[in-house]
């Protein structure tokens, strides 16, 4: 699913215009974007949850040449999904 299906199936469920769930969506992903990049933990009960992880510096290599090069230290997204989502996507049948 991409952001413009969200929008589009927001927009027939919930009788909005488009423009109105383009704003209700832009505002949830702006909403997380910013819990995360002050270090803030989301939990979505029986989805899941997002933190960011810190990576240390090291030493990496570029596939094209070979070379070796130093990958500064970074910090990324991780989710975790919860034991609901889990048991919905591995139930049989659907």
Same mark, same amino acid.
């Given at each position: 699913?991409?952001?413009?299906?969200?929008?589009?199936?927001?927009?027939?469920?919930?009788?909005?215009? !488009?423009?109105?769930?383009?704003?209700?969506?832009?505002?949830?992903?702006?909403?997380?974007?910013?819990?995360?990049?002050?270090?803030?933990?989301?939990?979505?009960?029986?989805?899941?949850?997002?933190?960011?992880?810190?990576?240390?510096?090291?030493?990496?290599?570029?596939? =094209?040449?070979? =070379?070796?090069?130093?990958?500064?230290?970074?910090?990324?997204?991780?989710?975790?999904?919860? =034991?609901?989502?889990? !048991?919905?996507?591995?139930?049989?049948?659907?």
């Amino acid at each position: 699913m991409k952001k413009s299906d969200m929008i589009l199936a927001l927009s027939k469920k919930e009788s909005l215009r !488009e423009p109105e769930a383009f704003e209700i969506v832009n505002m949830v992903f702006s909403g997380f974007t910013e819990t995360l990049r002050k270090g803030e933990r989301i939990e979505i009960r029986g989805f899941g949850s997002f933190t960011v992880r810190d990576y240390s510096p090291y030493l990496g290599k570029n596939p =094209k040449t070979g =070379k070796r090069v130093e990958v500064g230290p970074k910090k990324l997204p991780y989710f975790k999904a919860g =034991k609901e989502l889990k !048991e919905k996507i591995n139930k049989p049948g659907k």
